[in-house]
T-cell receptor, first 113, second 114 residues
Framework: EAQVTQNPRYLITVTGKKLTVTCSQN?????MSWYRQDPGLGLRQIYY???????DKGDVPEGYKVSRKEKRNFPLILESPSPNQTSLYFC????????????FGDGTRLSIL | KQEVTQIPAALSVPEGENLVLNCSFT??????LQWFRQDPGKGLTSLLL?????REQTSGRLNASLDKSSGRSTLYIAASQPGDSATYLC?????????????FGEGTQLTVNP
């Protein structure tokens, strides 16, 4: 089954404790993205990648890092999480070209205390 | 900066009605526009994607139109069913030499009552 898998689905942690949210897709897609969804602000793009070793900042990259060492994986790293990063996070992928529909994971709900 | 607005924020209709969801955007220089549905506890599911050169796309009971010059798109749902209950989001993509941005509206929460 074609899918985008995020782990963990839920996480409660404390300020300053480094964490990684993994994202993996099995569709051989080149393009992958991370978004966060907040009430009143909607979905906002954090980072995206157009291929292995190619990443670019989205609208809200501060406090986040990403890496794209393999085509299927695009982890989101919070080096020193803060409470304002409490949010619902989504990973998405699409095949080559921005004219292709994006496929989303089921989301990761992060709570930073 | 691109802004995307969806009206109404919430809509409740009886089963069988035809309905229209609206999306407007401030910068008409878009690459494409995509409609998604989001179910509680789930990610987004792509419904329709309209390229900037297209006027509309259809899939089953769904029809999306795009008027780029006026910064508007509509999603028409025919013969609504309770299973259509979800939040519907529109998103516009801009592609520039500096990168690509996908900007979302906040969504319309649709409830279809049996």
């Amino acid at each position: 089954e074609a899918q985008v898998t995020q782990n963990p689905r839920y996480l409660i942690t404390v300020t300053g404790k480094k964490l990684t949210v993994t994202c993996s897709q099995n569709m051989n897609h080149e393009y992958m993205s991370w978004y966060r969804q907040d009430p009143g602000l909607g979905l906002r793009q954090i980072y995206y990648s157009m291929n292995v070793e190619v990443t670019d900042k989205g609208d809200v990259p501060e406090g986040y890092k990403v890496s794209r060492k393999e085509k299927r994986n695009f982890p989101l790293i919070l080096e020193s999480p803060s409470p304002n990063q409490t949010s619902l996070y989504f990973c998405a992928s699409s095949s080559t070209g921005w004219n292709q529909p994006q496929h989303f994971g089921d989301g990761t709900r992060l709570s930073i205390l | 900066k691109q802004e995307v607005t969806q009206i109404p924020a919430a809509l409740s209709v009886p089963e069988g009605e035809n309905l229209v969801l609206n999306c407007s955007f401030t910068d008409s220089a878009i690459y494409n526009l995509q409609w998604f549905r989001q179910d509680p506890g789930k990610g987004l599911t792509s419904l329709l994607l309209i390229q900037s050169s297209q006027r509309e796309q259809t899939s089953g009971r769904l029809n999306a139109s795009l008027d780029k010059s006026s910064g508007r798109s509509t999603l028409y749902i025919a013969a609504s069913q309770p299973g259509d209950s979800a939040t519907y989001l529109c998103a516009v993509r801009k592609v520039e030499t500096s990168g690509s941005r996908l900007t979302f509206g906040e969504g319309t929460q649709l409830t279809v009552n049996p």
